[in-house]
């Protein structure tokens, strides 16, 4: 037997103020939590898992923006030649390394900009998930690089350069609490949790929907930012995107009737907590009121 193994035979047999029940739950957790973290990939890898193109740059979109369809709300944003000349500074400042100085990309580090419109610009500058310092890190969410004046001149112009669709736009107070529900939970739940506080999927971190703006949910359901897919018009219409919108906020104030809502993580997580809170109360309980057996030290 190994030395590792020898050490835990030891730890879980040998006699100790903590009850080996306790001890044995101890090692399962620490076992699990072990075999997860072996067993989830690097994010480093994440583009090429979710069937990214192949530079192998996993910031690099395998899709495109989907327009917002006939009759579906849309954001203007400012625009005029000395906003665009603004624009053109910041961008050769703090984009060009990595998407190239004409919005062509740059294999390895960052896709092409022309095209995609104002949506997905708005997005990640306003979001602060760009610039980022690796390009081959994940973009998260963070205190914004720029302004809003600089994001509306970074918007100018790259879309004075590279075209693209508008940028979507929702409205909350337009949709429907149950409906947004019935959408969230068929569309978007499987990764951001039901309550939209995020998770884990492979090879990536899901963010929470508590600090996104209606603006920057309908951009990204269009857009699809990372590895998120896209949804168009077809998939997801204005109401429905309208009562997403809604249902995010709704879940920002939930109604907790059972009491501690430990976060508002999902039931199975409550579930968990309840089962191991009630499991440690039963073994010091009888650990406490337990006759000591012959031959146990006093």
């Known amino acids: 037997m190994s030395l590792l193994g020898r050490a835990v035979r030891w730890w879980l047999t040998r006699r100790g103020r903590t009850p080996r029940p306790i001890r044995w739950s101890l090692a399962l957790v620490l076992a699990t939590i072990g075999l997860v973290g072996i067993a989830t990939p690097a994010s480093s890898g994440a583009g090429n898992l979710a069937g990214g193109p192949p530079d192998g740059s996993p910031n690099a979109p395998a899709k495109s923006p989907e327009a917002p369809g006939a009759g579906d709300r849309t954001t203007r944003f400012s625009t005029s030649p000395a906003l665009v000349n603004e624009g053109r500074s910041l961008y ?11 919005l062509e990309g740059r294999t390895g ?7 995609i419109g104002a949506g997905p610009v708005d997005f990640y500058l306003s979001t602060g998930r760009m610039p980022l310092q690796n390009p081959r890190d994940e973009p998260e969410r963070a205190r914004p690089a720029y302004n809003r004046r600089q994001i509306n001149a970074l918007v100018a112009f790259v879309t004075a350069v590279g075209g693209g669709p508008p940028a979507p736009a929702a409205d909350p107070a337009a949709g429907d609490l149950a409906t947004g529900l019935h959408q969230f939970t068929e569309s978007c739940a499987g990764c951001h949790q039901i309550v939209a506080r995020g998770g884990l999927t492979l090879g990536a971190f899901v963010p929470n929907l508590q600090s996104a703006t209606a603006q920057q949910i309908a951009e990204a359901v269009r857009m699809g ?8 018009s077809h998939q997801i219409n204005q109401h429905e ?10 879940t920002r104030h939930p109604d907790n009737p059972g009491g501690w809502g430990i976060g508002n993580i999902g039931p199975i997580p409550e579930g968990m907590a309840a089962w191991f ?9 009888a650990r406490l009121i337990g006759e000591r057996t012959q031959g146990e030290p006093r």
């Open 225 to 232: 930012p990372y590895l998120m897919p896209h949804f168009d």
């Open 92 to 102: 050769e400042n703090g984009c060009s390394s990595c998407h190239g100085m004409l």
């Open 241 to 250: 995107l309208d009562s997403i919108v809604r249902y995010v906020d709704w």
């Open 109 to 115: 580090m960052g896709p092409a900009l022309s095209g």
């Open 277 to 285: 809170i009630a499991v440690l109360a039963m073994l010091i309980v």
